[in-house]
């Protein structure tokens, strides 16, 4: 048997069920190469001893008819997590411990699994890099003067790193498929309402979702079926007939059209994508999909449109942020100067730069002719997308413009960061699943992403595809193990 952090998802539940290998075994394993992680900065809490102490009550009564039974998993310090502190990546949330469990971490433990810990993220998940984070950066894998991705960073650090099997991440513009790109594994993007919003740290309200990251497309199955549920408790969940992900998984996707959209052809994008995206339309067609040349014409508004909406509602969400009722709370010489100094000193620079932004959008002088109009054409992106399903089954496009960057690289130049998510935005913009899958290397080794985009609630076809070409792709990962000492 190979070692045990080398596993996949699926191998480990197996081993688990069959009692080849322990609850304890395992969850051992994970918290010995996380305790090792220490450089990567992938963790801003762990919950190691009681993870532990789970695994050995696990093994006592083992619940092998459960999904994830006994399986420890790490996730994004964006759900809460009851009586385990949640920050969201900040210092305003930095004392904050809540008294409830988000819903698709609930349906995790619920299916058997133990929480490892929380893993560094962006500040309230507003970034590309990790970098953004009150915790400090997260370091790649791969190269340790490479960022991650954002703001999903830690949870790519560690599943690429082989600290967790799996793990969840968010998603409002890019944060599960960006650094999925960015360090070689699978990374799912839901339907908007597939996944329960209810006690996720709110970025912007009408994109964010949760979703799976994983080391193939299986693994990302698997969580997907198990965080996937309508839940009452959150408004905009849908009740929909969900697959058996995992289950009906299939590498048949013969007969299958393929969008290829001329708009993500952008100026300046590397030969290096080109050619991989030429190399996807091969395996696709290897696959005995048929691909069609497609027009999504309004993709070039979908980046700023995005950065109007989604700062509008996070201004609007991080409003209950004034020291009064969470969390982070400055002296002040009266409540006006107390709110002002709670906010000043408690928000990073990229938080209070998106605050700025939504202020003035949604201003009643400016409200029309931004937030209203972005409104509009985030209309007119979605048609785009109902236009291109009329006539394909999937889209195909790279995941993101470039391969990862260097720590530091964008920082100073914000909108250079933004246009990193160009491929990812129109996506949440339409409220479409999308998923990222590891598809090749550049000429330097670093991992490079196809994303292929689904209709609403074609999840399985968009997973169906994406196992079909990993079948064809092969990748491996370029994991040096720098950090271990
Ligand atoms: N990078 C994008 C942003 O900073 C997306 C973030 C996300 O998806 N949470 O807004």
């Not at 930095?94 to 971490?105: A, D, I, K, Q």
């Not at 009150?134 to 790193?161: K, M």
């Not at 709110?339 to 938080?351: D, M």
């Not at 399985?460 to 994991?479: D, P, R, T």
Request: charged share 25%; net charge neutral; hydrophobic share 35%.
């Amino acid at each position: 048997m190979s070692e045990i952090t080398k596993q996949s998802l699926t191998e480990l539940v197996e081993n688990i069920k069959n009692k080849k290998l322990s609850s304890t075994d395992v969850t051992k394993a994970f918290i010995d190469r996380s305790e090792k992680s220490e450089e990567l900065n992938a963790y801003i809490t762990n919950d190691f001893t009681s993870a532990l102490e789970k695994a050995k009550k696990f093994d006592q009564k083992p619940n092998l008819d459960s999904k994830l039974p006994g399986i420890p998993i790490a996730v994004k310090d964006l759900f809460c997590t009851k009586d385990i502190k949640t920050t969201a990546g900040s210092k305003i949330l930095n004392n904050f411990v809540p008294t409830y469990e988000s819903t698709v971490t609930e349906n995790i433990w619920n299916e058997g699994a133990i929480l490892l810990g929380k893993l560094n993220c962006d500040e309230f998940a507003m970034g590309s890099s990790n970098e953004t984070s009150f915790f400090g950066n997260v370091q790649s894998p791969i190269d340790r003067n490479l960022v991650p991705g954002g703001s999903s960073g830690g949870s790519a650090s560690a599943v690429a790193g082989q600290l967790t099997p799996v793990t969840i991440g968010t998603d409002t513009g890019g944060s599960i498929r960006q650094p999925a790109s960015f360090t070689g594994i699978v990374g799912l993007k839901p339907t908007y309402g597939s996944c329960s919003r209810y006690g996720i740290v709110a970025f912007a309200s009408s994109l964010d979702q949760a979703g799976p990251m994983a080391q193939n497309v299986k693994d990302c199955a698997l969580l997907h079926e198990v965080i996937s549920s309508y839940d009452p408790k959150d408004s905009t969940s849908i009740d929909f007939n969900r697959n058996h992900y995992s289950k009906e998984l299939t590498n048949n996707i013969k007969g299958k059209k393929i969008g290829i959209p001329k708009e993500y052809r952008v100026d300046g994008m590397p030969k290096e994508i080109e050619d991989l995206w030429q190399k996807g339309i091969q395996y696709v067609k290897d696959c005995g999909a048929e691909t069609i040349d497609i027009s999504l014409p309004n993709t070039s508004y979908a980046l700023p449109t995005y950065y109007i909406v989604a700062p509008a509602e996070a201004s609007s969400n991080l409003a209950r942020y004034d020291g009064v009722k969470y969390g982070f709370r400055a002296k002040g010489e009266n409540l006006i100067d107390m709110y002002e100094k709670t906010r000043s000193e408690g928000f990073g620079a990229e938080v209070q730069r998106r605050i700025m932004i939504g202020t003035y959008v949604l201003s009643s002088g400016y409200y029309d002719a931004y937030y209203l109009k972005a409104q509009k054409v985030r209309k007119l992106i979605k048609n785009d997308f109902d236009e291109a399903y009329k006539k394909v089954d999937a889209i195909l496009t790279p995941s993101t413009p470039s391969s990862a960057f260097k720590i530091g690289e964008k920082t100073n130049d914000p909108v250079s960061m933004y246009l990193n998510d160009i491929f990812t935005v129109p996506v949440n913009l339409a409220g479409l699943p999308g998923i990222s899958i590891p598809a090749g290397h550049d000429s330097k080794g670093y991992p490079l992403g196809l994303q292929i985009i689904g209709k609403a609630f074609d999840e399985q076809n968009i997973l169906n595809i994406a196992y079909a070409m990993e079948e064809k792709i092969n990748f491996k990962n370029k994991i040096t193990d720098w950090w271990i000492k």
